[in-house]
C-alpha cells in the first residue's frame, strides 16, 4: 500500500463560469494576508494540526481599517495589499458572491460589532460597517466581563451553528478600557459531489512528521478528480488533488509533497491565492483517492503574526489611530485571534471559525485639569465642618 503523509488542505471559493470576477480579481480576494499568517503560525508549530479562516482574518482586518486613519491605515491597506478606499469595496462583494443564493445553505457568514454602552462613534463608522459588512452593532457593558463574553460568545456560537464555543474569555477584557469588539463568523457545509462510501472506508496507517505512525480511519473512493503535480520556485514537486462539494463553487484543495522527505514548510511559503488559481488549470483524471477522515481545532493568536508582517501600529498604544471609529478616546487593539474547526467524513465537510479584534482605550489616568475658574471646600470629615469655602476667578 502507498504510504500516507501529512497533507496541506484548503477550502476554496474556486472559479466558477458565472463568477462576476475575472480571474486577476480572483486572485485579490484578500485571502492572501491569511495564507500569509498562517504560514508564519506553521513555522512555530511545524508538527501540529493548524486550522485558520484566512477570509475570516481579511474580514476583521477589513473591519479595522475602515476604522482605522494615517499610518495604521496605511500599514493594514499596504499588507492586504489594496488600494486605500478599495478595502471595502472589495470585502463588500465578496461576501455578496460567497453567501450568493446558490451557495445559500452552504456558507454563511456574519460579522458584530461589540460596543460599549455609551461610545461615541463616529456615524461613518457605523454606516459603512453595516454598508460593507452588514454589521449588527449590539451595545454590552464592559464592566460586567462575564456577561459581555458570554453574550458575544453566544452570539458566536448560533452564528457557527453551534461549532465554535467560548471565543473570548473574560479575562480578554478589561472592566474599565475595553470599549470595543469586533467579530467575524463563517460558517461552512459542504457535501462532497462525489461521496465516499462508508463500506470503503478502513482504517490504515499515517506517517506522523516525527516518524511516528497512526492507525486511523481513511476515506477511499475512485473517481474522476481534477489533480497533478506542481513544484515551488527551488523544485520541489508536490501533489494537488481538488475534491470539489456539490454546487459547483467550492471545492478543497488538498496538496502533499512529493518526495516522502519534503516537510510541509518547504511548500507553504510559495502558497498564495495566485498559486490556488493555478492549481484549478489541472485536468481531471481517475484517481484512487485515500484520504484520512479527520477534526481539527485549532485556536490561533493573530497578534505575533500580523506584526511579523508589518501591521504593528495598531496594537500600540501610543500609535494606533482609530479615530475614524471615535474622537472622543485614543482605542488600540488588544486581542486579535481566531478559532476555527474543520470536521471532514464520507459525506462532506463541516468547518467554521470566528475572529476577533479587541479595542482598549489607552490606560493613561484621565486628567483633571483646572485651568478655569473653581470653588473649593476645606471640610473637617469626622464632624462634617466646613471650615473654609471659596471660590477662586484669577489665581
Ligand atoms: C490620524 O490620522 C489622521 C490622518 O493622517 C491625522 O490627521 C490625525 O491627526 C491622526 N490622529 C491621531 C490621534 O494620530
Ligand atoms: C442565529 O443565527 C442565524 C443564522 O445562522 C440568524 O438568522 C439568527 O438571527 C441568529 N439568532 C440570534 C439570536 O442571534
Excluded at 491565492?273 to 493573530?302: C, G, H, N, Y
Amino acid at each position: 500500500m502507498k504510504r500516507l503523509f501529512p497533507f496541506l488542505f484548503t477550502v476554496v471559493f474556486a472559479a466558477s463560469t458565472q463568477s462576476p470576477f475575472s480571474p486577476q480579481f480572483i486572485e485579490e480576494l484578500g485571502s492572501d494576508i491569511g495564507i500569509q499568517v498562517f504560514n508564519q503560525v506553521v513555522k512555530t508549530k511545524p508538527h501540529e494540526n493548524v486550522v485558520m479562516s484566512p477570509h475570516g482574518i481579511a474580514s476583521v482586518l477589513g473591519m479595522l481599517q475602515l476604522g482605522a486613519d494615517g499610518k495604521t491605515k496605511k500599514q493594514l491597506t499596504t499588507a492586504m495589499r489594496y488600494k486605500v478606499n478599495e478595502v471595502g469595496k472589495i470585502l463588500k462583494k465578496i461576501n455578496k458572491v460567497i453567501v450568493a443564493k446558490k451557495n445559500k445553505d452552504i456558507v454563511t457568514t456574519a460579522n458584530g460589532v461589540f460596543a460599549n454602552s455609551g461610545l461615541k462613534f463616529e456615524p461613518y463608522f457605523e454606516s459603512k460597517n453595516r454598508e460593507v459588512f452588514h454589521s449588527q452593532v449590539k451595545s454590552v457593558d464592559f464592566q460586567e466581563k462575564d456577561t459581555a463574553a458570554s453574550t458575544i460568545n453566544q452570539w458566536v456560537k448560533n452564528e457557527t451553528k453551534g461549532m465554535i464555543e467560548d471565543l473570548i474569555s473574560p479575562e480578554l477584557l478589561d472592566s474599565s478600557l475595553t470599549r470595543m469588539v469586533l467579530v467575524n463568523a463563517l460558517y461552512f457545509k459542504g457535501l462532497w459531489k462525489s461521496r465516499f462510501q462508508h463500506e470503503n472506508t478502513k482504517k490504515r496507517t499515517f506517517h506522523g512528521p516525527d516518524g511516528k505512525t497512526y492507525q486511523v480511519p481513511m476515506l477511499a473512493q475512485l473517481s474522476l478528480f481534477r489533480s497533478g503535480s506542481a513544484s515551488t520556485p527551488s523544485g520541489l514537486w508536490y501533489n494537488v488533488i481538488e475534491l470539489p462539494y456539490h454546487g459547483g463553487s467550492l471545492s478543497m484543495l488538498v496538496a502533499l509533497p512529493t518526495d516522502e522527505s519534503t516537510p510541509l514548510s518547504a511548500i507553504i511559503p510559495h502558497i498564495s491565492t495566485k498559486t490556488l488559481q493555478s492549481w484549478m488549470t489541472m485536468a481531471p483524471k481517475r484517481v484512487q483517492l485515500i484520504l484520512p477522515k479527520f477534526t481539527v481545532e485549532a485556536a490561533t493568536d493573530l497578534k505575533g503574526p500580523l506584526k511579523n508582517l508589518g501591521i504593528t501600529d495598531l496594537f500600540d498604544s501610543s500609535k494606533a489611530n482609530f479615530t475614524k471609529i471615535t474622537r472622543s478616546e485614543h482605542l488600540h487593539v488588544s486581542h486579535l485571534l481566531q478559532k476555527a474547526k474543520i470536521e471532514v467524513n464520507e459525506d462532506g465537510t463541516k468547518a467554521a471559525a470566528a475572529t476577533t479584534a479587541v479595542l482598549i482605550a489607552r490606560s493613561s489616568p484621565p486628567w483633571f485639569i483646572v485651568d478655569r475658574p473653581f470653588l473649593f471646600f476645606i471640610r473637617h470629615h469626622p464632624t462634617g465642618a466646613v471650615l473654609f469655602t471659596g471660590q477662586v476667578n484669577k489665581p
